[in-house]
Nanobody, 125 residues
Framework: QVQLVESGGGLVQAGGSLRVSCTAS????????MGWFRQAPGKEREFVAA????????HYADFLKGRFSVSRDNTKNTAYLQMNSLKPEDTAAYYC??????????????????WGQGTQVTVSS
């Protein structure tokens, strides 16, 4: 089992930056991918970004246009989502996920092995 704890959300003005973190504990050796989805009120959950633990291969949603970056620190079992040039439409609850190597899931899938509790990001105009 893996437990995920998120931190770092908050309120920021448009054009500003935030970094959210997702720290894994438990059987972290099982992790293949970590990443984030987000969900705004009244909208479906959507993929944001993901990183493969072994080689740091990254994936991003097309709509981000280079504004966000994902990284990881293996020594801390933590993944980071750096969000720059934030827009009001980025306002959402951001949910961290992790997948085991043996589950062979696509990071773009809505189905993941583990989820964090979510952290709210609010961007004011």
């Amino acid at each position: 089992q893996v437990q995920l704890v998120e931190s770092g959300g908050g309120l920021v003005q448009a054009g500003g930056s935030l970094r959210v973190s997702c720290t894994a504990s438990g059987s972290t050796f099982e992790i293949n991918y970590m990443g984030w989805f987000r969900q705004a009120p009244g909208k479906e959950r959507e993929f944001v970004a993901a990183i493969r633990w072994g080689d740091s291969l990254t994936h991003y949603a097309d709509f981000l246009k280079g504004r966000f970056s994902v990284s990881r620190d293996n020594t801390k079992n933590t993944a980071y989502l750096q969000m720059n040039s934030l827009k009001p439409e980025d306002t959402a609850a951001y949910y961290c996920f992790a997948d085991r190597t043996d589950s062979d899931r696509s990071p773009f899938s809505f189905e993941h092995d583990y989820w964090g509790q979510g952290t709210q990001v609010t961007v004011s105009s």
